[in-house]
């Protein structure tokens, strides 16, 4: 299985992006293309998304290893949000000769009680009737009550593709919802005692409750060498809620 990438930037050292649950690859791009003068920057759409392949189950330590198999022989900064965040992790883990430094965006090495509101969200994206539909924003209105922020709306909306037999999700959504218990989850007892000694940087969003003082020993745990930053005015989405801000905080890392 080989999955969709896109790259930018020729010279320098190597960063690759994994995104979260219903993202592509494409999502990273305005910070792809500030980085891309000083590092060649990977951005792949994970299995289940975008334009990459489905899988017929989800696993955290399958899809690391199917993203560990994109990365070749040179160590990579891995940066992954989210659900991305828990496979560049699982990678880390996994394959640490391939992960030169790994930064955690917005998401801890723990099982969290459920999807919260991705189980909503695929539920709605699942009811929509994409056979009567003829534009876009039939779809963005249909959408309104369940999905009321229009920015996530349109963060949802970037999944609905056209073709000539009319509009499909790219996501897995069958899937997706139907293993959202193990997307929530971790695969803590298939990992054993595995550790990674890389520098690890954690990037949490202010508003958010993703990463909190209670998940800091197994973070430590399992990633010895780890600092935490916290954004202010950010929630999960920290990199599109205050990209200035993350573009630094990123930079310094990678320097």
């Known amino acids: 299985m080989s999955l969709h990438r896109t790259e930018l930037g020729e010279t320098g050292s190597r960063v690759v992006f994994c995104h979260g649950l219903f993202g592509q690859g494409k999502n990273w791009t305005q910070v792809a293309k500030a980085l891309s003068a000083d590092h060649r920057v990977t951005l792949l759409d994970m299995p289940n998304h975008g334009r990459s392949p489905w899988t017929e189950t989800f696993d955290y330590l399958h899809l690391a290893d199917l993203v560990a198999a994109e990365l070749g ?3 990579v900064a891995l940066v992954g949000h989210s659900m991305g965040g828990k496979i560049s992790m699982c990678v880390a883990l996994r394959h640490p000769a391939l992960v030169e430094r790994l930064a955690v965006v917005d998401i801890a090495p723990v099982a969290y009680d459920s999807g919260r509101e991705f189980i909503g969200y695929t539920q709605t994206m699942r009811g929509l009737d994409l056979g009567s539909l003829e534009r876009r924003a039939e779809a963005d209105a249909a959408m309104a009550a369940a999905v009321p922020d229009p920015t996530v709306r349109s963060f949802l909306l970037q999944n609905l593709r056209r073709t000539d037999d009319g509009w499909h999700w790219q996501p897995n959504l069958e899937l997706l919802g139907r293993h959202m218990d ?12 595995a550790s990674y000694d ?6 949490g969003g202010a508003d958010s409750d993703y990463v909190s003082e209670e998940h800091a020993p197994e973070m430590d745990r399992r990633f010895p060498r780890n600092r935490r930053i916290t954004i202010k005015g950010a929630g999960h989405w920290v990199h599109s809620q205050q990209p200035e801000v993350f573009l630094e905080v990123l930079r310094r890392f990678l320097a």
């Open 73 to 75: 022989d040179e160590p």
């Open 198 to 203: 890389g520098p690890v940087l954690w990037i």
């Open 182 to 193: 193990e997307l929530a989850g971790w695969p803590s007892e298939g990992l054993g005692d």
